[in-house]
């Protein structure tokens, strides 16, 4: 069917705007639109924007929390070890109906396209055929990347590496990598060496977690981007995390920044979880534990950001909402300019289809394909304040999750007013 969309504001441009959508795809985008269509909606003047895009998460974890503990340190290592009790029995079936449910919630609030990890040390590879089914079956609310992640490393244990290639095979779109979490540095390099093989044999991407760690000692972001350049893989690698920027002196920094440049490196900020894992060895001052998001984007380093996880053994709480993970991040990140936190949506719009590489079919634009989420706010800034649940989200033109605006009353001196939020 076809739908029109009336009196939207859209983002970088002055006045009301009308979406036309025909064949899942935007026909027409002007200030009148005098063709009709079988559904009209009135937007009120509300923000309509891309959909949103969680470029890092955990699929296979989401919602165990408690299960078979709770991490009571709060720290990376320990959820790596709750989850490791928890996979030993873990079955497809579990991680399915999980991740279904967390899918559900991420549509909701406006994500249609994730980059998940499928941890691929659990040697049935249980997590993995769960994930390959939910991207198949979920397909008609959001499109899906598996990656292939050796949690436990991929040099750390026999086999681990014919698991990475095997996953693959079976149908992981990207490779994963953990070089810190390797033995020695010398693993961590060789790993990296390792991923990028089996990458280029299959012509996968790299996916990788990169330097999660507080320890300023930990550059293997450097080897993963020059091993891009060396293999003519610029634009063709994402970084999760790199924590450990947040602790580099800023010489080595402004080094870093330019080979990220040149290879086309996307770092992935996950700032709910950084904020959380991070800086736990810490006394005071306590480091903020997220990688250096406003020296990267001004640096010309393309960021977007993950919401990584939802209620596992590394994070207790969330929704699935990337607006809420942007909000810590421009907190965090001292992006609280105002054209900066107008700009700040990039990080889970524009950005993270240029690191997808979907430029051609993204966005609010005649042709572009009709992914579009309508925000019950005016602008970025009121979307960040109020961070209330969209109104409208589109999947190729069709709408797929559908609310009513949120209103509000409240009684004074016996009288009822409408409270006004925007």
């Not at 640096?299 to 990337?322: E, F, K, S, T």
Request: hydrophobic share 40%; aromatic share 6%.
């Amino acid at each position: 069917m076809s739908i029109l969309i009336r009196g939207a504001r859209l983002r970088r441009l002055d006045g009301l705007y009308d979406v036309l959508i025909e064949d899942g795809k935007i026909a027409e985008v002007s200030t009148s639109i005098k063709r009709g269509a079988d559904e009209t909606i009135d937007a009120g003047g509300r923000l309509l924007t891309p959909s949103f895009s969680d470029m890092h998460f955990h699929l296979d974890s989401a919602l165990t929390l408690g299960d078979p503990r709770y991490n009571e340190s709060g720290t990376l290592i320990e959820g790596i070890e709750i989850w490791a009790e928890k996979k030993r029995g873990i079955t497809v079936e579990d991680v399915k109906n999980r991740a279904i449910r967390a899918v559900k919630m991420m549509v909701s609030y406006g994500t249609t396209r994730l980059r998940t990890h499928a941890d691929i040390t659990e040697p049935r590879l249980a997590t993995l055929k769960g994930l390959l089914e939910v991207k198949k079956e979920m397909k008609p609310l959001i499109d899906i990347q598996v990656t292939a992640f050796p949690q436990d490393g991929i040099l750390t244990e026999p086999g681990n590496a014919e698991l990475l290639e095997k996953a693959v095979e079976m149908g992981a779109d990207n490779v994963g990598i953990i070089p810190h979490y390797e033995l020695t540095r010398e693993d961590g390099v060789k790993s990296i060496s390792v991923a990028f093989d089996i990458a280029q044999k299959y012509g996968r991407d790299v996916d990788g977690h990169v330097d999660e760690t507080d320890d300023e000692q930990s550059r293997f972001l450097e080897v993963v981007a020059a091993e891009a350049i060396r293999r003519g893989y610029e634009g063709r690698v994402t970084a999760g995390h790199a924590t450990a920027m947040h602790s580099y002196n800023d010489a080595y920094a402004y080094k870093l920044y330019r080979i990220l440049r040149r290879a086309g490196v996307t770092v992935i900020a996950n700032p709910l979880i950084n904020i959380h894992l991070q800086g736990r060895f810490d006394t005071y001052p306590k480091r903020r534990g997220m990688t250096r998001i406003k020296e990267l984007l001004k640096h010309g380093v393309n960021v977007a950001l993950g919401h990584d996880c939802i209620r596992d053994p590394w994070y207790p709480l969330g929704r699935g909402d990337m607006v809420q993970a942007l909000f810590m991040a421009v907190h965090v990140g001292h992006l609280m300019g105002y054209q900066e936190l107008r700009d700040s949506f990039d990080l889970i719009t524009v950005n993270a289809a240029r690191a997808l590489r979907i430029e051609s079919e993204y966005g609010v634009e005649r042709g572009k394909r009709a992914d579009l989420v309508l925000l019950d706010a005016r602008d970025e800034l009121e979307a960040l304040a109020l961070q209330r649940p969209p109104l409208l989200v589109i999947k190729e033109g069709r709408i797929i999750v559908r609310r009513s605006n949120a209103e509000a009353e409240i009684v004074v001196d016996g009288k009822k007013e409408r409270l006004e939020f925007v």
